[in-house]
């Protein structure tokens, strides 16, 4: 088997763990443009993203042992990324984060419909490339991991460590945020 685009995330992942440390590179290079976008889109001016990712990379190979082969790969890399570039943020910024979630307390069952999502992530992908950089780290990352990196609710509800309605919540809150933005900036939506 000379390539390594038939073998699963999760099949590299079980090899690394085995001792063949070369196959982290191969994750390395599958992951590593989509974490830039989501390091990007979530750590807005920050000069040293390249430090942040490589971060992520460094903890994932030293928690690579306590990965679960059979689960998913993406959403347990998104949680390091997640928690690494939070803490990025936190470093270098003065404002607590996350300290009180208000979206918790209203949370409510929040049923994904495919048609819907489809049509709206379209519209969504422009309005938050734009926008991003106008709201809150919470509701930024929230639109980054449902309409860029197209991720489920169950798989952000994972990452994030939220109930799935929660996620629900937040994401129509941060459209909420982010129309309200653009309603400011005079841009139609």
Known sequence: MNS??????EELARL?????????GV???????KLFRYGRKFISGDD?????????????????????????????????????YINAIKKNSLNPMYLFDFDTLISHTV??????????????????DKGLSQIE??????????????????????????????VGVRIMRAKEILKGKY???KIEI
């Open 48 to 84: 040293n993203i390249e430090d942040v990712v490589q971060d992520v990379f460094i903890k994932t190979y030293k928690n690579i042992k306590s990965f679960d082969t059979s689960q998913k790969f993406s959403p347990w890399i998104y949680r390091i990324a997640h928690n690494t």
């Open 16 to 24: 690394v763990q085995n001792g063949d440390k070369e196959k982290f």
């Open 111 to 128: 049923v994904e419909d495919p048609i819907v999502r489809e049509r709206e992530q379209k519209e969504m992908k422009e309005i938050v």
């Open 137 to 166: 780290p919470k509701y930024r990352e929230i639109l980054v991991l449902y309409y860029i990196e197209e991720l489920s609710y169950k798989e952000i509800s994972d990452i994030l460590h939220i109930p799935i309605g929660t």
């Open 4 to 9: 390594h685009t038939d073998i699963s995330d």
């Open 27 to 33: 994750l390395m290079e599958r992951y590593s443009t």
């Open 183 to 185: 309603k400011e900036m």
